[in-house]
């Protein structure tokens, strides 16, 4: 038990930061557990403000992986797996190839662009516009694969997914279980990769468990948010939410 103590002593914040980051993670976790989304964009910028971004970077990932955890038992009964067989393979192989960008291409740049698609995105999808609810295969593989890239480029797979899933006539359940499960899939390969490469430490994992309740208790309080919210409600609340991360996006590449 004093081996144990010692531990995790090694890891723990002060107090007030401790309280910070558990704040953090939970609404984090509140909202994507809701919406399916938006995890790594809200709680880095605040982890940020008590940890180094060299260790809240990788803290996302393994915090994302291990809340997604709780939620794949019912997502997975409710995702659309004829995209997501053709997404996540596809995203996995433009990866490498998104690397290869980012050393061509200023992350700024692609973060801006990323921003201007978004919210052009929502302007359309607030007025009313859809897409097909079956893309010819080709272009679901080039939504991958540009989530692929945005990946390995700039870290943020999210949006190509987030616009597919959220611009076809499908239910919220079904959108958002299919969002979950996406990410869960690119977690596990982002946290391989980082183990490999020594990004994610002893360190990183054991502070990830200590704010692990944070991530049951925001799980819970989530999918009983989306559990009282209507259809439309979820479809106006994710149109902020993309809003949101296009402005912070776009902040963010726009702050020297």
Known sequence: MSSLHELFAGVMLPAPDFAAAFAAVLFAT??????GFGFGLAVVPLLSLVLPPAVAVPMSLMLDLIGST????MARKQADWHSLRLLVPAAFVAIPFGIYVLGAVSPHVLKVGISFILLSTVALMASGARLPLRLPVPAVLGVG?????????VAMPGPPVMIYFL????????N???????FFFTDVGSITVGLISGLVSSHTILLSLLLSPALVIGNFLGHRLFGLAHEHHYRRITLALLALIAVVTMTQALTP
């Not at 694969?145 to 480029?153: D, E, N, Q, R, Y």
């Open 145 to 153: 694969g540009v989530a692929g890239l945005l990946s390995g480029g």
């Open 167 to 174: 611009a076809r006539p499908t239910s919220a359940a079904i």
């Open 70 to 73: 709780q939620l794949v038992p």
């Open 176 to 182: 958002r279980s299919s969002l979950l499960m996406f």
């Open 30 to 35: 509140t909202m994507k557990a809701f919406s």
